[in-house]
């Protein structure tokens, strides 16, 4: 089925480990983007890529980064875990609004990630 | 000030009503806007999208922006235990959506 894959589903670490969230999309979507969801604080984005190549911090990017591989993946790295970095991290992609409003953005089903 | 109030609830509703949902926004610049349907533990589904200013309907379910007050809604008719979820409304000027808070929606049968 067509759509965004995440990896892992679940994740614990301890404090100051580090790891790397993996996001594919097979739509052929040239926008990726990084949302965390916290409870009542909905999506804030983290960073996001217009294209293969480029990226952009987002919202809330301290204490990550992003690699966009080729235009197909685009992953999410923890370099020191922290506590407040306790979330449900979602992937995305979508066409340009101006070009597919009706399509969005497809997420993928989230990792759920707790730093202790 | 968040650049996107949504209510988070919960608003819990008998099987059968009307549900209003609403979000407030403050940048003037936003011309596309999005509701977003989050069942539990899965990731948000595009549920309805308007551009610019109106109202668009599909099935039950209404969609309405008034860009002078900067205010949008959705309307749900007739609604069913199966809507019980969290929905975001979303907005943008370009291709990076901002998110309301989400409310969560429960519909008691």
């Known amino acids: 089925n067509a759509g965004v894959t995440q990896t892992p589903k679940f994740q614990v670490l301890k404090t100051g480990q580090s790891m790397t969230l993996q996001c594919a999309q097979d739509m052929n979507h040239n926008s990726m983007y990084w949302y965390r969801q916290d409870p009542g604080m909905g999506l804030r984005l983290i960073y996001y890529?217009?294209?293969?190549?480029?990226?952009d911090k987002g919202e809330v990017p301290n204490g990550y980064n992003v690699s966009r591989l080729n235009k197909r993946e685009f992953s999410l790295r923890l370099e020191s875990a922290a506590p407040s970095q306790t979330s449900v991290y979602f992937c995305a992609s979508s066409e340009p609004l101006k070009r597919r409003v009706d399509s969005g953005y497809t997420f993928g089903s989230g990792t759920r990630l707790t730093v202790v | 000030q968040k650049e996107v109030e949504q209510d988070p609830g919960p608003l819990s509703v008998p099987e059968g009503a009307i549900v209003s949902l609403n979000c407030t926004y403050s940048n003037s610049a936003f011309q596309y806007f999005m509701w977003y349907r989050q069942y539990s533990r899965k990731g948000p589904e595009l549920l309805m999208y308007?551009?610019?200013?109106g109202n668009k309907e599909d099935g039950r379910f209404t969609a309405q922006v008034d860009k002078s007050s900067k205010y949008i809604s959705l309307f749900i008719r007739d609604s069913q235990p199966s809507d019980s979820a969290t929905y975001l409304c979303?907005?943008?000027?370009?291709?990076?959506?901002?998110f309301g808070a989400g409310t969560i929606l429960r519909v008691k049968s």
């Open positions: 979303a907005m943008s000027s370009e291709d990076k959506l901002v």
């Open positions: 308007t551009y610019s200013s």
């Open positions: 890529s217009a294209s293969e190549g480029t990226t």
